[in-house]
């Protein structure tokens, strides 16, 4: 697990490289925004479930839920910090794509425990 917070901490600071770039964007929803919404609340099932299976290491400090929501807003993270660099041909990290992708994952955290909540209740 803590291969996974120097590499949460080092990837912003790439963003201070010279050669990345910055997105001119807003909030608007388009396709691009929609897509990292659902691919975040799906990621977040995905790490629930891998860690839930025991089929991903994961330090015991934090619950499943919570290390599930900072895995996928990692590759949220990292996918912005991709599209920065010259190698990828989009616009640049997008401020606004990363705050979709933490919706994404916050949506499906509350609906996680909604449905976990009923499912005790009935």
Not at 55 to 79: E, K
Request: proline share 3%; with cysteine; glycine share 4%.
């Amino acid at each position: 697990m803590s291969c996974l917070w120097i590499i949460l901490l080092l990837l912003p600071l790439t963003l201070l490289h010279s050669n990345t770039t910055i997105a001119d964007d807003d909030f608007t929803i388009q396709l691009d925004k929609t897509a990292h919404y659902t691919t975040s609340f799906g990621l977040y099932f995905f790490f629930y479930t891998m860690y839930t299976d025991s089929l991903l290491p994961m330090d015991t400090s934090f619950s499943i839920p919570i290390h599930s929501m900072i895995s996928s807003t990692a590759v949220g993270l990292s996918y912005e910090v991709y599209q920065s660099t010259p190698m990828s041909r989009s616009d640049g990290f997008s401020l606004h794509d990363m705050v979709y992708n933490i919706l994404g994952v916050l949506s499906a955290y509350t609906i996680h425990e909604i449905f976990l909540y009923f499912k005790e209740v009935i």
